[in-house]
C-alpha cells in the first residue's frame, strides 16, 4: 500500500526530474543523465532521501518491460535486409572484437572472470534510443551511415536479448547436472515460442481487431499483454525483459504496430525515468572512486577503439572512411540495456556493487561524451580526415581502363530514392547514364538499361579523374550535403567542365550558396514536392472536392 509520505517523495521527484531535464536540454544531453543524476541526488550519496523503495523498484521494472516491448514492436528486420550485409557482418563483428578486448581489459585490471564478462557485455552495446534521435534530429537517419547505424542498432538489440536469455536460464543455482538444465531450459523455451505462434496466428489477429475499435483500449491491451507475458517468461524461469520483448515481436506484423508505438513512446520515457533514478540512488562512489584508472580507460575505449572497430569493418567492406567514421561515432556509448544486465548482474549476485557502479559512471561518461562528438561529427571528420584515409580502399572504385572513354549522356551522382528516379527518367528518354554511388549494396541492385553504375564518391577529387567528363553533358549530384557538393563543383571547375550541372539542396539557403559556386541548376525537392501538392489541393478546392475522372494531377 502506498504511504502518504511515498506520494510526497516521488512528487518532489518528479519536480527534480523535470528541472534536471530541462538543464540536459539546455546542454545538448539526453534526458538519461539528468535521470541518473537525479537518481544520485535524492540517494544515498546526495539527500539520502530514496534507500530502498519499493514503489520506485516497481516502476523501475514496468518501465524497462514497456522499453522492451517497444524494441520488439518495432524489429524490422527488412531494415538489415536493405542495408545489405554490412549490418549483419559489421553488428556481429563489433559485438565480438568489443566484447574479446573488453574481457581482457576487465582482466587486465584484476577483476574476475564473471565481472569481466560483465564489463565486456556492458562495453559492447550501444543506446538505441539516443541514437536514433539524435540522428533523426541531425536529419542523418535517412542517409547511408543513418541507416546503417539502425542496422547495427537492430542486430545489438537481438544479441543482448540473446544474452539476457542466456544469464536468467543459466545463472541461477540448480542442484541438476548441465545436461539436464540445458534440456530443461530448451524445452521452456521451445514450449513458450510455440505458444506465442500460436497466439500470433489464431488468437492476437481477431483480438486486435476486436481492441483497435478504442485507441484508449489498444493502448491499455498493449501494455497489459506486454506485462502479463512478461510476468508469464519469468514464472518459467526466464526474464521478465525477454517476455515483454516477445509480446513486442508477436505484435510487430500487425497493422496496428505503429498506433501502439507511437502512443507508448511517452509512457516508455516517463516509466524508464524511474529506472535511472533508481540506478542513480544505487550508485556508490565510494565503491567506484577508487577505480578511476579503471574508468577512464573503459570510457576512453567505447568513445574511441568501439568507433575504431566499425570503421575497420566497414572498411574491409570497401564503405569509404566518410561513412564508416559517420556510422561508428554515434555508437561510441553505452546502452541503457548495458545498465539494465549490470542490475540483473548484480540481482543474480554474479557481480558486485563496485563493478555496477563502474559500468554506470561509464555509462554516464560515454553517453555525455558521444552525445558532443555527434553534434560536431562533420568538424571531426574533416580534422582527422587526412589519418582516416589509411583506411579507404579505393581498389575497384574507379573505371576499368577499358571504360574511361565510355560514351555516356549524364554521371549522376547519388543511386537514392531521388537520384533513382532521375536516372529512369533520363534512361526513358534515350539518354545513357553513369550512376555513381559508395553503397555497395545499390550498386549491386541497379538493374536499369541504360544506367552504369561504378563506386565511388562525389568528394573523391582523384575519382573524378576517372570519369569521362569531356563526353558527359551533365553532371548531376542528387547528394544533399553542402560540402560535398561544394567539392565537386570546386574540382570540376578545376578539371575545366564546360557542361550543366545540377546540383540539390533540401534549404533555400543551401541553394542559394550553391548557385553562388557555379551550379547551373539547383533541384529542390521539398519545395519541388510542396508545390505540386499545393497545385493538387488547389485543383481539389476549386472543384469543390471532385474529381474529374478525366482530369489528372499533372505528378501522376
Do not use: C
Not at 6 to 35: E, H, N, S, W, Y
Not at 210 to 233: D, H, K, N
Not at 439 to 463: E, M, Q
Not at 527 to 538: N, P
Amino acid at each position: 500500500m502506498v504511504e502518504p509520505h511515498d506520494f510526497v517523495l516521488i512528487a518532489g521527484i518528479l519536480a527534480i526530474a523535470a528541472v534536471a531535464g530541462l538543464l540536459a536540454t539546455k546542454m545538448r544531453q539526453p534526458m538519461i543523465v539528468a535521470f541518473i543524476g537525479v537518481g544520485i541526488l535524492v540517494g544515498p550519496t546526495g539527500t539520502g532521501w530514496v534507500t530502498t523503495n519499493e514503489t520506485i523498484d516497481l516502476l523501475a521494472r514496468l518501465g524497462i518491460a514497456i522499453l522492451l516491448f517497444l524494441v520488439g514492436l518495432r524489429l524490422d528486420m527488412n531494415l538489415i535486409r536493405t542495408t545489405g550485409p554490412v549490418a549483419l557482418i559489421t553488428g556481429v563483428g563489433q559485438v565480438l572484437i568489443t566484447g574479446a578486448l573488453g574481457y581482457l581489459l576487465g582482466i587486465a585490471f584484476g577483476m574476475s572472470a564473471v565481472a569481466s564478462f560483465y564489463v565486456a557485455l556492458a562495453l559492447t552495446f550501444s543506446s538505441t534510443i539516443i541514437i536514433v534521435k539524435l540522428l533523426s534530429d541531425n536529419r542523418e537517419i535517412e542517409q547511408l551511415h543513418g541507416r546503417i547505424a539502425v542496422g547495427l542498432l537492430i542486430v545489438q538489440d537481438l544479441v543482448v536479448v540473446v544474452v539476457m536469455i542466456a544469464i536468467n536460464a543459466f545463472g541461477h543455482e540448480s542442484d541438476d547436472s548441465m545436461m539436464v538444465s540445458v534440456a530443461l531450459v530448451l524445452a521452456k523455451g521451445i514450449g513458450l515460442l510455440v505458444g506465442i505462434a500460436l497466439l500470433m496466428r489464431f488468437v492476437l489477429p481477431w483480438l486486435l481487431h476486436q481492441v483497435a475499435r478504442s485507441q484508449e483500449l489498444l493502448v491499455l491491451f498493449g501494455v497489459a499483454y506486454a506485462i502479463a507475458l512478461a510476468a508469464g517468461t519469468e514464472a518459467l524461469g526466464f526474464s521478465s525483459e525477454v517476455g515483454a520483448f516477445l509480446a513486442g515481436v508477436s505484435l510487430a506484423a500487425t497493422p496496428y504496430r505503429d498506433a501502439l508505438g507511437a502512443r507508448l513512446v511517452s509512457l516508455r520515457d516517463f516509466m524508464l525515468l524511474f529506472f535511472f533514478l533508481d540506478l542513480g540512488a544505487g550508485l556508490n562512489f565510494a565503491d567506484a572512486s577508487g577505480r578511476i584508472a579503471e574508468i577512464v580507460v573503459l570510457s576512453l575505449f567505447v568513445l574511441i577503439v568501439k568507433p575504431l572497430i566499425i570503421m575497420i569493418l566497414m572498411a574491409f567492406q570497401r564503405y569509404p572512411p566518410e561513412v564508416g567514421f559517420m556510422t561508428g561515432l554515434p555508437l561510441g556509448q553505452i546502452s541503457e540495456f548495458s545498465l539494465i544486465l549490470a542490475a540483473l548482474g548484480l540481482g543474480l549476485g554474479h557481480i558486485t556493487d563496485t563493478t555496477s557502479s563502474v559500468i554506470t559512471v561509464v555509462a554516464l561518461v560515454t553517453i555525455g561524451g558521444s552525445t558532443y562528438l555527434i553534434l560536431f561529427s562533420h568538424q571531426l571528420y574533416r580534422y582527422l580526415e587526412r589519418w582516416l584515409g589509411i583506411l579507404d580502399r579505393p581498389s575497384g572504385r574507379h573505371l576499368p581502363p577499358d571504360d574511361t572513354e565510355l560514351d555516356v549522356d549524364a554521371i549522376l551522382y547519388g543511386l537514392g530514392r531521388f537520384g533513382r528516379h532521375i536516372a529512369d527518367e533520363f534512361s526513358a528518354a534515350g539518354h545513357r547514364v553513369l550512376a555513381v554511388d559508395f553503397d555497395p549494396h545499390r550498386l549491386a541492385s541497379n538493374t536499369r538499361p541504360g544506367v552504369t553504375s561504378v563506386y565511388g564518391s562525389a568528394s573523391d577529387l582523384h575519382f573524378l579523374e576517372t570519369l569521362p567528363l569531356s563526353r558527359a553533358r551533365f553532371i548531376i549530384s542528387t547528394i544533399p550535403t553542402m560540402d560535398a557538393n561544394h567539392a565537386l563543383l570546386h574540382a570540376l571547375h578545376h578539371h575545366g567542365y564546360t557542361g550543366h550541372v545540377v546540383m540539390t539542396a533540401h534549404h533555400p539557403h543551401d541553394a542559394e550558396r550553391l548557385r553562388a559556386a557555379g551550379a547551373d541548376i539547383v533541384l529542390e525537392p521539398f519545395s519541388m514536392a510542396a508545390e505540386t501538392t499545393t497545385d493538387i489541393l488547389d485543383h481539389l478546392i476549386s472543384g469543390d472536392g471532385e474529381r474529374d475522372p478525366d482530369r489528372r494531377p499533372r505528378d501522376e
